[in-house]
């Protein structure tokens, strides 16, 4: 089946019970048993639900892995996955990371003795000179955030099998339409569903999906046992986002480029990382691993101050001011005042996010009117 497909149909029965084509809600804690420990599959819905195993389902085909687990919200989906390491165990990930996992790693994991090595993945003997015998897992996130920086996870996977580590890949930026890791040799993949998944601004959660059987139990028996699950009211909505993923993301796709193409030409905009750029120092790679460049655009400001940056921030209409990407919606966003703020200013120049560094989620509204706000805001 290829992709579209799948999104509308993989995982999905029509309900048993009454035909219903789209999957019922089953709001319900607990399931009636004939006699004890006969019955359907089903027997509290910490441990499943059906409207989430139809959702667990369809990600886990849309990822091309074999099973798919859902929290509530991506920073549970790490949570759990962390819980696999023991104290002494070593991490290895990228020095660009999501500012939530960067939290979760070192203040929370590091307390526990796990031990966080950050460096720039996009040279992949940096992550090579990290490993030892107690390095259990490489976490990559590919593009980054907000420089969009690529890291090529085949590469990754080869060092990860030859040392016999886990390899994870949050693949939130890209969603399985752009990009599979599990195909590339990863054992894991991550999403923050609330983005792309979902796709309009209205649910947060989370997702692992992976091949194995054995790496599977295990993450079960985490999920189930710590309980961080999604209610069945929040899986029915991101199947419903689901259903139109790929098309949602083609024209996410086709604006990210021309949005991207127009403020090259803005004489008052000084960089813009965008991985469809070929000089884009990780383009190639891009190109290899991603079947196009997604909808997440940054830029600098000729004039690099937060006041100047505010200036654009505060000017645009369509472009909501506001934190999160991946809705059907615009939105700005200012890294080292909002996501970024907790860095040291001189910790986060040196990769790049600088102050008048802006974000966009280029939505799929017309990108006429989209360029014409930008324009407006840049004036
Ligand atoms: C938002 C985000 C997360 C965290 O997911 P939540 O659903 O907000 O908990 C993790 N990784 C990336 C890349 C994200 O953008």
Same mark, same amino acid.
């Given at each position: 089946m290829k992709f579209g497909t799948k999104a509308i149909h993989a995982?999905?029965?029509?309900?048993?019970?009454?035909?219903?084509?789209?999957?019922?809600?089953?709001?319900? *804690?607990?399931?009636?048993?004939?006699?004890?420990?006969? =019955? !359907?599959?089903?027997?509290?819905?910490?441990?499943?639900?059906?409207?989430? =195993?139809?959702?667990?389902?369809?990600?886990?085909?849309?990822?091309?892995?074999?099973?798919?687990?859902?929290?509530? *919200?991506?920073?549970?989906?790490?949570?759990?996955?962390? !819980?696999?390491?023991?104290?002494?165990?070593?991490?290895?990930?990228?020095?660009?990371?999501?500012?939530? *996992?960067?939290?979760?790693?070192?203040?929370?994991?590091?307390?526990?003795?796990?031990?966080f090595h950050f460096v720039a993945m996009s040279d992949l003997a940096n992550i090579e000179a990290k490993v030892n015998d107690k390095t259990r897992l490489l976490w990559v996130e590919t593009p980054t955030n907000p420089?969009?920086?690529?890291?090529?996870?085949?590469?990754?996977?080869?060092?990860?099998?030859?040392?016999?580590?886990?390899?994870?890949?949050?693949?939130?930026?890209?969603?399985?339409?752009?990009?599979?890791?599990?195909?590339?040799?990863?054992?894991?993949?991550? =999403?923050?569903?609330?983005?792309?998944?979902?796709?309009?601004?209205?649910?947060?959660?989370?997702?692992?999906?992976?091949?194995?059987?054995?790496?599977?139990?295990?993450?079960?028996?985490?999920?189930?046992?710590?309980?961080?699950?999604?209610?069945?009211?929040? *899986?029915?909505?991101?199947?419903?986002?689901?259903?139109?993923?790929?098309?949602?993301?083609?024209?996410?796709?086709?604006?990210?480029?021309?949005?991207?193409?127009?403020? !090259?030409?803005?004489p008052k905009v000084d960089k813009v990382y965008w991985p469809g750029f070929p000089e884009h120092p990780n383009h190639d790679v891009a190109k290899k691993q991603m079947r196009d460049f997604g909808g997440m655009v940054s830029f600098t400001l000729k004039t690099n101050t937060i006041a100047a940056a505010n200036e654009v921030l505060t000017r645009t209409h369509l472009f909501s001011l506001a934190e999160s990407l991946g809705g059907v919606e615009s939105l700005i966003g200012h890294p080292a005042t909002m996501t970024h703020a907790s860095i040291p200013k001189e910790e986060r120049e040196k990769t790049g996010v600088v102050d008048s560094l802006i974000r966009l989620s280029v939505g799929i509204e017309d990108v006429e009117d989209l360029i014409a706000d930008l324009e407006k805001a840049l004036s």
């Open positions: 995982g999905l029965e029509p309900d048993p019970a009454t035909g219903a084509i789209m999957t019922p809600i089953y709001q319900t *804690s607990t399931y009636v048993q004939a006699a004890p420990g006969d =019955h !359907k599959g089903y027997e509290y819905s910490r441990t499943q639900n059906p409207t989430r =195993h139809a959702l667990e389902q369809n990600l886990a085909a849309l990822e091309n892995g074999n099973y798919g687990l859902c929290f509530g *919200s991506g920073m549970a989906a790490i949570d759990t996955l962390l !819980k696999m390491l023991l104290p002494g165990d070593e991490v290895i990930s990228t020095n660009d990371l999501y500012g939530g *996992s960067y939290r979760l790693f070192t203040k929370v994991f590091a307390q526990y003795g796990i031990k420089m969009m920086n690529i890291i090529d996870i085949a590469g990754a996977a080869a060092i990860a099998k030859k040392h016999n580590i886990l390899l994870a890949v949050d693949n939130t930026f890209a969603t399985p339409y752009l990009q599979t890791p599990l195909d590339l040799g990863a054992d894991i993949v991550m =999403h923050s569903v609330t983005k792309y998944l979902g796709g309009h601004s209205d649910v947060v959660m989370g997702a692992l999906v992976v091949k194995d059987e054995a790496l599977a139990q295990k993450l079960y028996f985490l999920q189930n046992s710590c309980g961080a699950v999604p209610g069945p009211q929040d *899986s029915f909505l991101v199947l419903r986002g689901i259903k139109t993923l790929h098309i949602r993301i083609q024209r996410h796709c086709e604006n990210g480029r021309k949005v991207a193409e127009y403020l !090259k030409t803005n």
